[in-house]
C-alpha cells in the first residue's frame, strides 16, 4: 500500500541520510515520484466518474476500518502531495549542507508528512481522516520546530500545535456528530445521503472551524506566517502545497452534500473574503520575501475557501483548477526565496538588487510563477480566476441556486476584485524586490546555484505554463466533481478565452488597478506606516497564552505545596465526602455471605493483621515484610477461590517486589522518620478507616447490584472457540485483549526509559563487567584451571569471605537452572495451563535474583551479560511483529491460529500463534527485572564499595 511505503521510507530516511549524506534525499525522493506515476496512471479510471475504494478492517469494536477512496478531488490532491513531495525532497539535496545537523531525522520527518497528507486526502472514513488530520499536525510541529535552539522557530511550532490541535479537537467533534446523525463515519456513504437536522448543522460548523484553523482563515490566520521560522522547503511544501491545502480540501470535500446547510455559504464567504483582503493588504507591507508569500498565502487560502464554499457546478470547477494553480505558483516562489536566501545570505528586498542579470533562469521561473498567481495570460492562474470572475458573476446576476441575492452577490464579486487587485500587486512587488535594480545601502554578493537546486521551481513553473494551455482536458478531467451540483446558469469550463464580457473587463480593471498600485507602492507604504498599529490576533493569542501560563504558576502556587500527605488527604476526602455520600440509603437490602470456606476467613484475618502492623511500623524494613504477608495472602485467597493463574503471578510479582524493595532499603534510613507521635495520626487513622469503610460498601453495594448473568460464566467456552486455550486469563491477555497487552507494554517501555535515564549516567549496557574483565592487582598471576573446566558461580568469588554463604551457593546450583526450566514451561503451557508470558519472566526474574543475592553483581552479568534495554525493545519487537504477522497470511492483526504437534517421546503439542506475543511479553519482563537488579542492586553495591574505600582512605589519611 502506497501509505505504508511512504511510512516504511521515513522510517529508513534517518539511516539513509546518516550514510549517503544530503544525496540520500534522491534517492528517497523516488519512493513519492513512484506513487506519483501511479496515482496520475488512475486518471483513466477518474475521468469515467469511477471512485477506487479499499477498505481494510482495523478496530472492529469501534467500527473504525482502514478505508480509503480516490475519486476526482482525492485524486488531485494525492498528485499534488505526491509530486511537489517529490520535487522537495530532490531540492532538500541541494538546499541542505553535508554538515548541518538534524537533517536525518528532518528527512524521516518530512516524508512520514508526506506520508499522513497523502492518508488525509485519501481516507474514506471522519475518524481516521481525524487521525491523519493529527497526525500532520505533528509532523508539522517537528518540521516547523527543525531548529531547535533558536526561539523563534520553537516559538512557532508550539503556536501552530496549539492553534491546528485545536482546531483539530473541535473537527473530531463535528465527525462524531455528523457519523452518529448519519449512521455511518465512511465519508462516500454520508455524501451520497446526507443526514439533516439541528444536529447535523451543529457538527458541520464544527468541521469548518477544524478545516479554518488548518488553512489559516481568520481568526486563526497568525499562525501561518509565524511558521516561516521553518526551513524554506517545509514553507514549500507544508505552507503553500500540502497542509495548509487540509481545510480548503475539507471544504472541497463537504461541499457538494452541506453546501445548503444553514450559515454554510455565510460562513465560509465572509470569513474567505476578509481573509483575502487582510492578507493582500499585509503582504504589501512586507520586506522579508518569504513573509510577503506567507501573508500572500493566507489571502489566496481565503480565495480559495470562499470559491469552493459557493457551493456551485462553475465555481467548483473553477476553483479546484485554483486550487492546483496556487500549489503550482506558490511552491514555485518559496523555492525560488530559497534559492536567493542561498545565494545571497538575504531575503529582504531593500537589500537585493540586479539578480536578474546574475540569477536569469531563477529570475524567469519566478515571474512565470508570479505572473500566474496575478492571473495573467497563458497562465494556468489565469486560465482558473477568469473561470472564478464568470462563477461569481453568474452568481450576482441569477444566484445560481444559491439562494445570495443580488447584491449580496456583487458586494462578493467587488470585494473579490480588490483582493485581486492586492494579489496582482504583491505579486509584482515580488518579483521587483527579488529581481528588481535599484539602489542599496551594500550590494550583496551573489553565489550562482546549481543547476539541480534550481530544478524543482522551474519544473513546477513550466507545469503552470502548459497547464494553462491545456484547459479543455482539464474541464474534463475535474469536470467530475463538479458534476456534484446542480447544472448551473452556464456549463463551465476552463479556457484561456471566455469572450467578450464582464469577467474580462473586470479582470483588465484588476491588471490595471494593481498596475497603479505598484507604481505608486512609496506612497502607499506611507499610507499603511500612517495607518500601521499594535493590534493583531497574534498578539491577542500571545497574551492569552501569558495569562493562562501565569494562571498555571499561581493555582499550582496555592494547591501543590510540596506535601505528599496533604495531596492524599485531600483526594481520599473527597472520595470519602463525594462519591462516599452515596452510599446513605443504598445499603438496604443486601446479603453478605462471610466465606465460602473457613480458610478463607483465617487468611482474612491475617491479611488485616499485617495490614494494620504495616500502618503501625516505624521501621521500614519491618513495613515491607508485612506487606509481603499481605500479598501473600491474596494469593492464598485466589488458590482458595480457584484462581491458580491469578495465584501464581501474585506470589510471583510479591516475591520480587520484597526483593526490590529490600535492595533499595540499603540506601534508606532504617526508620521512616525520627520524630515523636503526633496527634495527628489520629486524624490520619480516623479518614483511613473512613477510605476503608466506603471502599467496602462501594464493593457490598457494585456485587449486589448485578442483574444480569456474569460476563465471566461464557468465558470458558469462548476461551477454547477463539483463543484455542483453556487458561482464561492468558487467552484474555494475549488473544481476546491483546491490544491492551500492547499498549501496556509500551507503557512499561517507556516508564524503563525513563527510569534509566535518571539512573544510568551512560548507557545501560555501558556498566556491563564480566569477572575476566576484573584487573589483577599487580604482582598477581591468573592460575588456569584445567582445560575444558568452567567455574561454576565466578562473580561469588569477587565477594569478601564475610559476604558469602557456601550454602546458599549449592542451593542455587540446584534452583537457577530449575527455575529457568520451569519458566520455559510456564511460557509454552500458558495458553492452556497456569502460567504465560509475564508468570514465566518473573521465574527467569527471580533465577537472575538468586544468581545475584550469591554471587554479587559480577555473577548478575555472568548470569546476563547483555544489555537490558536491548532486551526490552527486542521483546516490544516481538510482540508488534505477532501482532501483524497474521495480515501476511490473509488474517487480520493479533488473529491467533491454533498449531497442534506431535512430539516424540514427549507427546502432543498443543500451540497457539500467540505465543510469539507471549515471548515478546516474556522477553519485556525479564529485561524489566535485570533492569531493576542493575539499578537497585549493582549500582548500589558499586556505590556502597566505593563509599567504603573512601572511608578507608580518610581513615588511613588520618
Not at 863 to 871: I, K, N, Q, T
Not at 882 to 896: I, R, T
Not at 900 to 909: A, F, T
Request: aromatic share 6%; hydrophobic share 55%.
Amino acid at each position: 500500500m502506497l501509505i505504508a511505503a511512504l511510512f516504511a521510507a521515513a522510517v529508513m530516511s534517518p539511516s539513509l541520510l546518516l550514510r549517503a549524506g544530503r544525496r540520500a534525499f534522491l534517492a528517497i525522493a523516488l519512493v513519492p515520484l513512484a506513487g506519483t506515476v501511479w496515482v496520475a496512471a488512475q486518471g483513466v479510471v477518474v475521468r469515467d466518474g469511477e471512485t477506487l475504494l479499499e477498505v481494510r478492517p482495523w478496530v472492529g469494536s469501534l467500527g473504525l476500518d482502514l478505508a480509503l477512496a480516490m475519486g476526482t478531488l482525492q485524486w488531485v490532491m494525492a498528485l499534488i502531495v505526491l509530486g511537489i513531495g517529490t520535487l522537495v525532497l530532490g531540492y532538500c539535496a541541494a538546499y541542505f549542507g553535508d554538515d548541518e545537523p538534524g537533517v536525518p531525522r528532518f528527512g524521516g520527518v518530512l516524508v512520514a508528512f508526506i506520508a499522513s497528507m497523502l492518508g488525509l486526502v485519501l481516507a474514506d472514513d471522519l475518524l481516521l481522516l481525524y487521525v491523519f488530520w493529527e497526525l500532520t499536525t505533528v509532523f508539522s510541529f517537528l518540521l516547523i520546530g527543525h531548529d531547535s535552539e533558536r526561539r523563534a522557530s520553537r516559538r512557532a511550532a508550539i503556536q501552530a500545535l496549539v492553534v491546528t490541535t485545536f482546531g483539530g479537537l473541535v473537527l473530531l467533534v463535528g465527525a462524531l456528530v455528523v457519523g452518529r446523525a448519519a449512521g455511518t463515519f465512511r465519508i462516500t456513504e454520508i455524501l451520497a445521503d446526507p443526514p439533516g437536522g439541528t444536529a447535523v448543522t451543529v457538527g458541520v460548523h464544527l468541521l469548518l472551524v477544524g478545516a479554518v484553523s488548518k488553512s489559516a482563515l481568520l481568526p486563526f490566520h497568525f499562525w501561518l506566517p509565524s511558521a516561516m521560522a521553518a526551513p524554506t522547503p517545509v514553507s514549500a511544501y507544508l505552507h503553500a502545497a500540502s497542509m495548509v491545502k487540509a481545510g480548503v480540501y475539507l471544504v472541497a470535500l463537504l461541499a457538494p452534500a452541506f453546501a445548503g446547510v444553514a450559515g454554510w455559504r455565510t460562513v465560509l464567504l465572509v470569513l474567505g473574503l476578509t481573509t483575502m483582503v487582510l492578507g493582500g493588504v499585509r503582504a504589501l507591507r512586507q520586506h522579508d520575501l518569504k513573509l510577503l508569500l506567507a501573508y500572500g498565502t493566507v489571502s489566496q487560502l481565503g480565495f480559495l475557501v470562499l470559491v469552493l464554499g459557493a457551493g456551485t457546478r462553475s465555481a467548483m470547477l473553477a476553483g479546484l483548477a485554483l486550487l492546483v494553480a496556487h500549489a503550482l505558483f506558490k511552491a514555485t516562489l518559496f523555492l525560488v526565496v530559497g534559492i536567493i536566501d542561498h545565494s545571497t545570505g538575504t531575503r529582504d528586498l531593500r537589500e537585493l538588487t540586479g539578480l536578474a542579470r546574475r540569477l536569469p533562469v531563477l529570475a524567469v521561473t519566478a515571474t512565470l510563477a508570479a505572473a500566474s498567481m496575478a492571473g495573467l495570460p497563458p497562465l494556468l492562474g489565469y486560465v482558473a480566476k477568469e473561470s472564478v470572475l464568470v462563477a461569481l458573476v453568474d452568481i450576482a446576476r441569477e444566484g445560481d441556486g444559491t439562494g445570495i441575492g443580488t447584491t449580496t452577490g456583487w458586494l462578493l464579486v467587488i470585494g473579490v476584485i480588490v483582493g485581486s487587485i492586492l494579489t496582482a500587486a504583491y505579486s509584482a512587488r515580488f518579483v521587483w524586490g527579488a529581481f528588481g535594480t535599484r539602489e542599496v545601502d551594500a550590494p550583496v554578493a551573489v553565489h550562482s546555484p546549481s543547476p539541480a537546486f534550481v530544478a524543482a521551481p522551474v519544473v513546477l513553473a513550466v507545469l503552470s505554463l502548459v497547464l494553462g494551455l491545456l484547459g479543455a482536458p482539464l474541464t474534463t478531467l475535474l469536470g467530475r466533481q463538479a458534476e456534484a451540483f446542480p447544472a448551473g446558469a452556464h456549463e463551465p469550463e476552463l479556457t484561456l478565452w471566455h469572450g467578450p464580457g464582464l469577467p474580462l473587463v473586470l479582470t483588465l480593471v484588476t491588471l490595471a488597478a494593481a498596475s497603479a498600485l505598484f507604481v505608486a507602492r512609496e506612497p502607499v507604504a506611507r499610507a499603511q506606516a500612517a495607518l500601521a498599529h499594535d493590534w493583531s490576533l497574534e498578539r491577542a493569542y500571545r497574551g492569552g497564552m501569558r495569562v493562562l501560563d501565569r494562571t498555571a504558576v499561581e493555582v499550582t502556587g496555592v494547591v501543590q505545596r510540596g506535601s505528599a500527605a496533604a495531596y492524599l488527604a485531600v483526594i481520599l476526602v473527597v472520595l470519602v465526602l463525594l462519591p462516599g455520600s452515596t452510599l446513605v440509603g443504598n445499603l438496604d437490602g443486601l446479603r453478605v455471605t462471610a466465606w465460602d470456606n473457613p480458610a478463607q476467613a483465617v487468611v482474612g484475618l491475617v491479611i488485616v493483621a499485617s495490614a494494620v502492623l504495616t500502618a503501625r511500623s516505624r521501621r521500614r524494613i519491618r513495613a515491607v515484610l508485612l506487606v509481603g504477608v499481605t500479598g501473600y495472602g491474596t494469593a492464598f485467597l485466589f488458590v482458595l477461590q480457584g484462581a491458580p493463574d491469578l495465584a501464581l503471578t501474585q506470589a510471583l510479582v510479591e516475591t520480587l517486589t520484597v526483593v526490590v524493595f529490600v535492595l533499595a532499603l540499603r540506601r534508606l534510613p532504617e526508620y521512616f522518620t525520627d520524630r515523636p507521635l503526633s496527634r495527628q495520626r489520629y486524624l490520619r487513622i480516623a479518614l483511613g478507616v473512613a477510605v476503608a469503610v466506603v471502599t467496602a460498601g462501594f464493593l457490598l453495594v457494585a456485587g449486589a447490584a448485578r442483574t444480569a448473568d456474569p460476563v465471566s460464566l461464557a468465558l470458558p467456552e469462548q476461551a477454547l472457540e477463539f483463543g484455542g486455550g483453556g487458561n482464561i486469563v492468558n487467552v484474555i491477555l494475549v488473544d481476546t485483549r491483546a491490544w491492551d497487552t500492547l499498549g501496556e507494554l509500551a507503557v512499561l517501555v517507556a516508564a524503563a526509559t525513563g527510569v534509566a535515564s535518571l539512573v544510568y549516567v551512560n548507557a545501560r549496557g555501558a556498566d556491563i563487567r564480566r569477572v575476566h574483565d576484573i584487573p589483577y592487582p599487580a604482582g598477581v598471576k591468573k592460575v588456569a584451571t584445567a582445560p575444558g573446566r568452567r567455574a561454576w558461580l565466578p562473580g561469588s568469588r569477587t565477594l569478601p569471605p564475610d559476604k558469602r554463604s557456601i550454602i546458599f551457593e549449592v542451593i542455587v546450583r540446584l534452583l537457577f537452572h530449575t527455575l529457568v526450566v520451569i519458566s520455559i514451561y510456564l511460557l509454552l503451557v500458558g495458553h492452556n495451563e497456569p502460567g504465560g508470558g509475564f508468570a514465566a519472566g518473573m521465574t527467569t526474574g527471580l533465577a537472575l535474583v538468586v544468581r545475584y543475592l550469591a554471587g554479587g553483581r559480577y555473577e548478575l552479568d555472568e548470569a546476563a551479560p547483555v544489555d537490558a534495554g536491548r532486551l526490552i525493545g527486542a521483546g516490544l519487537a516481538v510482540a508488534a511483529l505477532a501482532a501483524l504477522l497474521p495480515m501476511a497470511f490473509g488474517g487480520v492483526v493479533l488473529q491467533s491460529a491454533v498449531i497442534d504437534v506431535h512430539l516424540p517421546l514427549l507427546g502432543d503439542l498443543h500451540l497457539v500463534s500467540s505465543v510469539l506475543f507471549d515471548v515478546g511479553v516474556y522477553l519485556v519482563v525479564v529485561g524489566l527485572v535485570l533492569d531493576l537488579l542493575r539499578a537497585l542492586g549493582s549500582h548500589i553495591d558499586r556505590d556502597i564499595q566505593r563509599a567504603r574505600r573512601e572511608a578507608v582512605a580518610e581513615a588511613e589519611a588520618a
